[in-house]
């Protein structure tokens, strides 16, 4: 049964269980004071989180439950990691989280990062070749222990029997959605999934939580990666050139998720608003179910970010059919 109960953003982070605490740091005192008096930079600080930004998407992920154990998530933008944090937590047991940013940072336990410009196409194609062999960031196997205190891998018996919820869980993925998009049967979808496979498409969720960064002025002294230089963390005060940046980044996760995402993934993004905003819009109809637009709790009204979360990638869309305006 669905819990009806609404729960606030700082309660849906109570059981997360892989994180590591990290006091905001700031430049300007303005901005300290502001996070200092914050109730989600607070909580976010009690909770072990890396950021406040965590509760953006434990509220997302409450209302539309993208997460699921054993899945595959890229994380794109996860300097300083709260996002990471959280598909980490959500997906676990089995998940793997893979992290990308020009930024670099400590990842969190558990994630798998890669530092470069995303907008790379050769950044790009390492995040491919990653995500295109299945247990490469997976948690290593788990051994038991003798009588004898000696430990050893699992027998085939036991193997069989710890794959078996794993196996559940793709067999419930390929059943027809509530809406009805994927009605092919069960051979097609086992060739479909063979295809999809092949092509690289081995992927689940596409996060993007980027911004292009400030250029750096000051902290070039600052080495340590647990606290990495703040300039990711603000917008540049033109609304114009925030808005026209996110599209772009925007624009080019949605490339690589067409590129990556299996059938049935999901792709969540920020963007500032502004005039470009309904054309990326359009273009995530046509590849995916359905498409929202969130303005969650946690993120500052004075903000001009949102987030669209669109569900459920189609089968059978060509990229001309997605890019056709770009």
């Not at 905001?24 to 009690?46: I, Y």
């Not at 089995?94 to 336990?109: F, H, L, W, Y």
């Not at 599209?247 to 502004?274: E, I």
Request: charge should be neutral; proline fraction near 4%.
């Amino acid at each position: 049964m669905v819990d009806s109960i609404e729960r606030s953003p700082l309660e849906l982070c109570s059981s997360l269980s892989h994180a590591s605490i990290r006091h905001s740091s700031s430049s300007s005192k303005r901005w300290q004071t502001r996070a200092g008096n914050d109730k989600f930079s607070k909580e976010a600080r009690v909770q072990g989180l890396k950021s406040r930004a965590a509760f953006k998407l434990l509220e997302i992920n409450e209302k539309y439950k993208l997460f699921k154990s054993g899945q595959t998530v890229v994380d794109l933008g996860y300097a300083p990691g709260s996002w990471s944090q959280v598909a980490v937590d959500r997906t676990s047991p089995g998940g793997r989280v893979i992290g990308i940013d020009i930024i670099p940072a400590q990842p969190p336990k558990g994630v798998s990062t890669i530092q470069g410009n995303f907008l790379s196409e050769s950044v790009q194609e390492e995040v491919r070749n990653f995500v295109r062999d299945p247990q490469r960031g997976r948690p290593k196997q788990q051994r038991f222990l003798t009588e004898e205190g000696l430990d050893h891998p699992l027998t085939e018996e036991e193997l069989e029997t710890a794959s078996t919820d794993y196996l559940e869980l793709e067999r419930r993925a390929e059943l027809p959605t509530k809406d009805g998009e994927d009605t092919v049967p069960s051979a097609g979808r086992k060739s479909r999934k063979h295809i999809e496979e092949a092509e690289g498409r081995m992927v689940d969720i596409v996060l993007s939580d980027m911004c292009e960064p400030w250029d750096q002025t000051t902290g070039f002294w600052k080495k340590s990666l647990s606290d990495p230089y703040h300039r990711m963390m603000n917008t540049s005060g033109n609304n114009f050139r925030d808005h026209a940046g996110s599209m772009d980044l925007c624009n080019a996760a949605l490339r690589f998720g067409f590129d990556t995402l299996r059938t049935g993934g999901h792709f969540v993004c920020k963007f500032y608003q502004g005039a470009e905003e309904k054309a990326l819009e359009k273009r995530l109809k046509a590849l995916f179910g359905k498409v929202h637009r969130e303005k969650p709790e946690s993120s500052r009204s004075e903000s001009k970010e949102a987030y669209f979360v669109a569900l459920r990638r189609k089968a059978d869309v060509l990229k001309g059919e997605v890019f056709i305006d770009a």
